[in-house]
């Protein structure tokens, strides 16, 4: 069977201009065949009915009425109904939302998602002045904003690999597995994870700690002088005398889950009855997804190949500001800090 009104080519998504309307009130008062009409504008024969439906009106001739198609008003009536369009409308309506969204972006480094999700919970704009996370993102990818679809930072798609479970060849302290399903399910404060952020592979260089609280989200980063197990050691001990001096803080800190790296080879040796060191599986590090997370928020700061000698305090804190002060849908919107301070209320 031969399709006549097959066009592999076909102009999809795009409205109909006044030269192809004219076309077709030409090719009509010449009583030519509507799918002829179709096949040399490149469009489907639904287009053509609906557009002489939309510009059809009635004409006197010799004295008599008809209807005949008339591309003056086509056009006419298209370009009213188009005017009352919400999206062709909206960014203007909407210019000082995306103004605000546009310097928290660059400015101050929040996602798309976290300017919505605090603009909201803030009420810093009416809600017919504001648009939602997709559509802010459709703007980016249509070219509406100064953001550019490169400047996103998670815009390149990464690449899925299949879990492989292997053997644990070295036991540190306790498994994972023994951990309480209250720290899994991220219902109790308390909990952290820790992991180690390098600069070079000079193993003399030093290296950040860094820390995260599981249910606030809080990210704390300390430097240490190098690599060694002792020196991670003595780092997160330092870190933890803050909180197990003070009563009224000690459960600030409950347990701290680790990877297998041999910089954690001695950590265990902290934990108490108020302290709990767990090891999460070998290569499985979305056991340990929020930190390996903030890492990443850290490397924009501080990128591979510099050494951590170098980087400034001042670096470090600016790079923790960010984290903590930046809003998170999963968190309702606030920041960790924000959380985090409020769970320290509550302990006291």
Same mark, same amino acid.
């Given at each position: 069977?031969?399709?006549?009104?097959?066009?592999?080519?076909?102009?999809?998504?795009?409205?109909?201009?006044?030269?192809?309307?004219?076309?077709?009130?030409?090719?009509?008062?010449?009583?030519?065949?509507?799918?002829?009409?179709?096949?040399? #504008?490149?469009?489907?024969?639904?287009?053509?009915?609906?557009?002489?439906?939309?510009?059809?009106?009635?004409?006197?001739?010799?004295?008599?009425?008809?209807?005949?198609?008339?591309?003056?008003?086509?056009?006419?009536?298209?370009?009213?109904?188009?005017?009352?369009?919400?999206?062709? =409308?909206?960014?203007?309506?909407?210019?000082?939302?995306?103004?605000?969204?546009?310097?928290?972006?660059?400015?101050?480094?929040?996602?798309?998602?976290?300017?919505?999700?605090?603009?909201?919970?803030?009420?810093?704009?009416?809600?017919?002045?504001?648009?939602?996370?997709?559509?802010?993102?459709?703007?980016?990818?249509?070219?509406? #904003?100064?953001?550019?679809?490169?400047?996103?930072? #998670?815009?390149?798609?990464?690449?899925?690999?299949?879990?492989?479970?292997?053997?644990?060849?070295?036991?540190?302290?306790?498994?994972?597995?023994?951990?309480?399903?209250?720290?899994?399910?991220?219902?109790?404060?308390?909990?952290?994870?820790?992991?180690?952020?390098?600069?070079? =592979?000079?193993?003399?260089?030093?290296?950040?700690?860094?820390?995260?609280?599981? =249910?606030?989200?809080?990210?704390?980063?300390?430097?240490?002088?190098?690599?060694?197990?002792?020196?991670?050691?003595?780092?997160?001990?330092?870190?933890?005398?803050?909180?197990?001096?003070?009563?009224?803080?000690?459960?600030?800190?409950?347990?701290?889950?680790?990877?297998?790296?041999?910089?954690?080879?001695?950590?265990?040796?902290?934990?108490?009855?108020?302290?709990?060191?767990?090891?999460?599986?070998?290569?499985?590090?979305?056991?340990?997804?929020?930190?390996?997370?903030?890492?990443?928020?850290?490397?924009?700061?501080?990128?591979?190949?510099?050494?951590?000698?170098?980087?400034?305090?001042? #670096?470090?804190?600016?790079?923790?500001?960010?984290?903590?002060?930046?809003?998170? =849908?999963?968190?309702?919107?606030?920041?960790?800090?924000?959380?985090?301070?409020?769970?320290?209320?509550?302990?006291?």
């Amino acid at each position: 069977m031969e399709y006549t009104n097959h066009i592999t080519s076909t102009r999809s998504r795009k409205h109909l201009n006044y030269a192809e309307r004219f076309y077709i009130e030409q090719r009509t008062r010449a009583k030519c065949n509507i799918t002829r009409i179709a096949q040399d #504008l490149k469009r489907s024969r639904t287009t053509i009915y609906s557009e002489l439906k939309r510009g059809t009106v009635v004409q006197i001739k010799q004295g008599k009425s008809c209807l005949l198609y008339c591309a003056d008003a086509g056009q006419i009536k298209y370009e009213k109904m188009h005017s009352h369009s919400i999206s062709h =409308k909206k960014v203007i309506r909407i210019g000082r939302f995306l103004d605000w969204v546009e310097e928290r972006f660059i400015k101050d480094g929040w996602s798309v998602d976290s300017t919505v999700g605090h603009a909201k919970r803030m009420a810093l704009f009416k809600e017919c002045e504001m648009a939602c996370t997709k559509t802010i993102y459709n703007y980016i990818h249509q070219a509406s #904003l100064s953001i550019r679809p490169i400047d996103l930072p #998670l815009i390149v798609k990464r690449s899925q690999r299949k879990a492989h479970t292997r053997q644990n060849k070295k036991r540190l302290g306790a498994s994972i597995d023994e951990r309480p399903s209250s720290i899994d399910t991220r219902e109790e404060f308390g909990h952290w994870e820790i992991d180690t952020v390098r600069g070079t =592979k000079n193993k003399n260089d030093q290296v950040l700690v860094t820390l995260i609280e599981r =249910k606030t989200r809080l990210y704390v980063v300390l430097r240490s002088q190098s690599g060694r197990a002792e020196d991670v050691k003595c780092t997160l001990e330092t870190w933890l005398s803050t909180f197990t001096d003070s009563e009224n803080l000690k459960d600030i800190c409950k347990s701290i889950t680790s990877d297998n790296g041999s910089e954690f080879s001695t950590i265990a040796e902290l934990a108490s009855d108020s302290l709990d060191i767990y090891f999460a599986h070998p290569y499985s590090s979305w056991e340990r997804g929020s930190n390996e997370r903030h890492n990443g928020l850290l490397r924009r700061f501080i990128p591979k190949g510099m050494p951590i000698s170098t980087v400034s305090e001042s #670096l470090i804190r600016r790079a923790m500001r960010q984290c903590n002060n930046l809003p998170r =849908k999963i968190l309702g919107y606030k920041t960790p800090l924000e959380a985090f301070l409020e769970e320290v209320r509550l302990l006291g």
